[in-house]
């Protein structure tokens, strides 16, 4: 085989050098479009993660806040239940029978009654006979003074004449209410619910009107002016327990003796 001459060697280097020279324009081309198109991609790729990120964060925060909001309500409740539970609570209206009379002079004391009343509900009480404390009460409805008279005090079963020994107390308050000249006096007779019918009484309603009718005589007959005495017979609509023992329908079988300013109405508003 023939060797090439040296022209021929140097016109294939040119050609080689200007091959070369192409090739590595075309690769520096070519590596400088794949960069840009990789550092593009890799700046995509960031956005999205700081998109990621704020969208994570704002999750997160949102989340602390409904938390730390729902630990700050608890925290109220929490707080508003002490403050309740330090707070006196009202008592509700009675609905059903009175209320025994210790409770409802003690309410009224706290509503700062009337002075005048509050000597004169003093007065009774160291006036009447100690034998007849157990049937004898003294309390306060809305700023009246209400004397109540067991009917053991007053009266046998059914009848409706006084007992001879009831005299000594009812002169007592006789004579205690003579001295009230500001003071109007309103007799009310009450029953329990046993039916009676008799010639003289057909039905509770004339037992506890008739009861009341010589209470207030007598009051009468002891110095206290007809003009401030008023009379009501209210039977068994009105009693201070419930009807549903012995014990209970003695209470109820009662006369009240009420006390109360003369620019006041004589007729009794109905209880609460």
């Keep these: 085989m023939a060797r090439p001459d040296r022209d021929e060697l140097w016109r294939r280097l040119e050609i080689s050098e200007q091959k070369r020279?192409?090739?590595?324009?075309?690769?520096?081309?070519?590596?400088?479009?794949?960069?840009?198109?990789?550092?593009s991609f890799v700046d995509l790729l960031s956005l999205l993660l700081i998109l990621f990120i704020l969208f994570y964060s704002h999750a997160v925060t949102s989340r602390l806040s409904a938390a730390g909001t729902s630990t700050h309500q608890r925290e109220e409740a929490a707080a508003q239940l002490d403050r309740n539970a330090e707070m006196?609570?009202?008592?509700?209206?009675?609905?059903?029978?009175?209320?025994?009379?210790?409770?409802?002079?003690?309410?009224?004391?706290?509503?700062?009654p009337d002075e005048g009343l509050e000597d004169l509900r003093r007065q009774i009480l160291t006036t009447v006979s100690k034998a007849d404390a157990e049937d004898l009460s003294v309390r306060w409805d809305r700023k009246r003074l209400v004397v109540t008279l067991g009917e053991r005090v007053l009266f046998r079963a059914g009848m409706?004449?006084?007992?001879s020994e009831s005299e000594p107390t009812l002169k007592q308050i006789a004579n205690f209410v003579v001295r009230q000249f500001g003071y109007?006096?309103?007799?009310?007779?009450?029953?329990?619910?046993?039916?009676?019918?008799?010639?003289?009484?057909?039905?509770?309603?004339?037992?506890?009107?008739?009861?009341?009718?010589?209470?207030?005589?007598?009051?009468?007959?002891?110095g206290v002016t007809p003009e401030r005495v008023s009379v009501q017979g209210y039977a068994s609509y009105r009693p201070l327990r419930a009807n549903t023992?012995?014990?209970?329908?003695?209470?109820?079988?009662?006369?009240?003796?009420?006390?109360?300013?003369?620019?006041?109405?004589?007729?009794?508003?109905?209880?609460?």
Aim: charged share 25%; proline share 9%; hydrophobic share 35%.
């Design 21 to 39: 020279a192409f090739l590595q324009k075309r690769l520096a081309v070519e590596s400088s479009d794949e960069d840009a198109t990789l550092w």
């Design 88 to 112: 006196p609570v009202a008592s509700a209206p009675a609905t059903g029978p009175q209320q025994n009379s210790e409770d409802e002079a003690a309410a009224v004391e706290r509503e700062n």
């Design 160 to 163: 409706a004449n006084l007992l």
């Design 184 to 222: 109007r006096v309103l007799v009310a007779g009450h029953t329990d619910n046993t039916p009676i019918k008799t010639p003289q009484f057909p039905s509770n309603w004339e037992l506890s009107t008739a009861r009341a009718v010589n209470v207030a005589k007598y009051l009468i007959a002891s």
């Design 245 to 272: 023992s012995s014990q209970n329908r003695q209470a109820n079988r009662r006369v009240e003796i009420t006390l109360f300013k003369d620019h006041e109405p004589k007729s009794a508003p109905p209880p609460h």
